[in-house]
């Protein structure tokens, strides 16, 4: 847990805004009302350090106190930093959510915020007053860090910011402390009324700087003063984080009365009157900040108008839906009859009840007469729904009478034809007796039509089936013939090639005798004539490597794995046998 950027302007002066963050935040928030506290002021003016004891007092459910041992900031808490560089940027929120019971006995949601000190070396002073504007906006309680006493140029400065900021003429904050740091009046410090009253009475001589005062005072339904003794070296070096008691005694217990004082007063964060819970605060900050986006921070109060506007929708559209629902189940309830108008009457009176109550449940934002008004055209609207739905009934009812008349008009007709029927009955029933008979008859004819019809059918097809089976024995009896005859041909033809072969060896081998009475190969194989084993065996092979391989080309027609290609073997698809002329190398 620790500080997490909500809001912060870049170097481009562009703003972002994490809404992941705020999202959780709400979440946590759930339904109950929430504080926020947050503290503005000038940098390097000890805004973290009593962040660190406000976040303390959170932590130990409301009361500040401390132990020697105990360790203000550090990784648990809020950083802070000495020197001249600011240290917070933006708007940091604590990410995880309090919960205290106020002094009414309401439990509420308590969000503490720090922000980055106002007009420090690395800030436009545009992007110093969006931060201020926004932190005022979303705070119930707002502390002002300010070293030493008020002056004319701390209050030139706040009257900018809300006059930026204020909406209308009503008040922008709910409450407002200033937290007056290194303070060195009489007494023992603390909350000081006296002072407030002072330069309120001493300002009515300058005009314009009682009208800066006003001003603030106008701003904030609660304006407080607290005044806070300086610090001892100690504090005055710390950088990052320090220990308890290495705290001057009286400045910190001072500081603690002060975040007990806060703590103790907490009140829910309203917006027109109405108080904000984790949907609510989602919905006004994500407001704020797109006003802020799209307006430079102009007109800020347009940001409280589109927050008013989307609660006072979001609650009609909720009421309506509700109230729509009901109306469809009237309506598919009603069906073709409809429904006795003082019943649906009665009916859409307790449905108008319930709309109008989901409507008061939701959170709304504006002036009493604002939200009269609204609801007033609420019920304007489901008022004419409410119309328009007992019109809808009335045609229905209206048709229900129509056609009950017309079905009491046709019932008297049917018991008049009824007596006539009776006259003819014992006609009438003699010729359906026939009738019937004439039926059973043709009824019988018409079965046994279609059962010879049937049996034909079944005759036909038989006969088809076995032509076609006929067809077919033909037909694989015709390929076999024509294999058969292919493989003769085939076998025709590589005996009259062996042939050939044969004597063409026999005239090289009288050629070769009449050349010097060489061998030829056969006789180096141990044969004494060119045979068979000669073309297929290993040795004729061997003898026909140099002689031209006259046996060339004869590809092997066995599918029983004879390892030879040109082999000559003219059987297909059966066993070798000793015929085959592949010699000792056939593996069949």
């Known amino acids: 847990m620790s500080l997490k950027l909500l809001f912060n302007i870049d170097s481009n002066n562009q703003p972002n805004f994490d809404q992941d963050l705020i999202r959780e935040i709400g979440r946590q928030i759930g339904d109950r009302p929430v504080a926020v506290v947050s503290t503005v002021g000038g940098f390097r003016e000890g805004k973290s350090f009593f962040d660190n004891i406000l976040l303390k007092g959170l932590q130990n459910g409301g009361n500040v106190e401390f132990e020697p041992n105990d360790v203000i900031g550090g990784p648990n808490g809020v950083a802070f930093k000495r020197g001249i560089q600011r240290h917070t940027v933006g708007i940091q929120i604590w990410d995880k959510v309090f919960y205290r019971t106020n002094s009414r006995g309401i439990e509420i949601a308590v ?6 000190g106002t ?50 003429g009503e008040p922008m904050g709910q409450s407002l402390l200033f937290l007056m740091r290194d303070w060195q009046g009489d007494g023992d410090g603390g909350m000081w009324p006296e002072y407030l009253k002072e330069i309120r009475s001493s300002s009515a001589k300058a005009a314009d700087l009682k009208g800066m005062l006003e001003g603030i005072f106008g701003a904030f339904h609660k304006v407080e003063c607290w005044t806070v003794f300086p610090p001892n070296a100690a504090v005055r070096k ?35 009157g109405t108080a904000l819970d984790g949907a609510t605060l989602e919905t006004y900050i994500l407001e704020v900040v797109k006003h802020v986006r799209e307006n430079s921070a102009i007109c800020m109060n347009n940001a409280l108008e589109a927050t008013s506007r989307l609660c006072f929708q979001e ?52 002036s009493i007469p604002e939200k009269t008004r609204r609801r007033s055209e ?14 809808w009934n009335g045609d229905r009812v209206r048709l229900q009478i129509e056609r009950e008349q017309q079905q009491r008009k046709v019932e008297a007709m049917r018991i ?37 019809e049937k049996a034909e059918r079944e005759r036909v097809e038989e006969q088809r089936l076995r032509e076609q089976a006929e067809r077919a024995r033909l037909e694989d009896q015709q390929r076999r013939d024509r294999e058969r005859q292919e493989e003769q041909r085939r076998e025709q033809e590589n005996q009259r090639r062996l042939e050939e072969q044969m004597m063409a060896l026999q005239i090289q081998a009288l050629q070769s005798r009449q050349l010097g ?43 029983t794995g004879c390892r030879h290609g040109n082999c000559g073997c003219r059987r297909r698809g059966v066993e070798c046998n000793a015929g085959c002329g592949c010699g000792s190398d056939c593996v069949n």
């Open 111 to 116: 969000l503490l915020i720090d922000t980055q």
């Open 119 to 168: 007009f420090d070396t690395e800030s436009h002073m545009k992007n110093s007053a969006i931060i201020f504007m926004i932190t005022l906006m979303i705070s119930s309680n707002l502390v002002f860090n300010k070293m030493k006493l008020l002056n004319a140029h701390d209050l030139a400065d706040l009257n900018v910011f809300i006059e930026m900021s204020r909406n209308g």
């Open 238 to 272: 710390a950088d990052g984080s320090i220990k308890a008691g290495d705290c001057d005694a009286e400045f910190l217990r001072n500081l603690c009365s002060c975040a007990n004082h806060i703590l103790r007063n907490l009140e829910p964060k309203k917006v027109l």
């Open 315 to 366: 609650a009609k559209n909720k009421a309506i839906q509700h109230f729509d629902t009901d109306i469809a189940t009237i309506k598919k309830q009603a069906d073709e009859k409809g429904i006795d108008e003082s019943s649906l009457v009665t009916r859409l009176s307790q449905i108008k009840t319930i709309a109008l109550k989901v409507y008061d449940k939701r959170p709304l934002f504006g």
């Open 378 to 391: 609420l019920e304007t609207e489901l008022k004419a729904k409410c119309d328009a739905l007992i019109a």
């Open 416 to 452: 008049e034809n009824e007596q006539q029927q009776r006259k003819a009955e014992a006609e009438r029933q003699q010729r359906l007796r026939e009738g019937q008979l004439r039926e059973q008859a043709e009824r019988a004819q018409q079965e046994e039509r279609q059962r010879r």
């Open 517 to 559: 009475g060489m061998q030829v190969p056969w006789e180096r194989a141990g044969h004494s004539s060119p045979t068979n084993n000669y073309f297929y065996g290993n040795a004729g092979m061997g003898g026909m490597g140099s002689s031209g391989n006259v046996g060339q080309g004869h590809s092997c027609n066995c599918r």
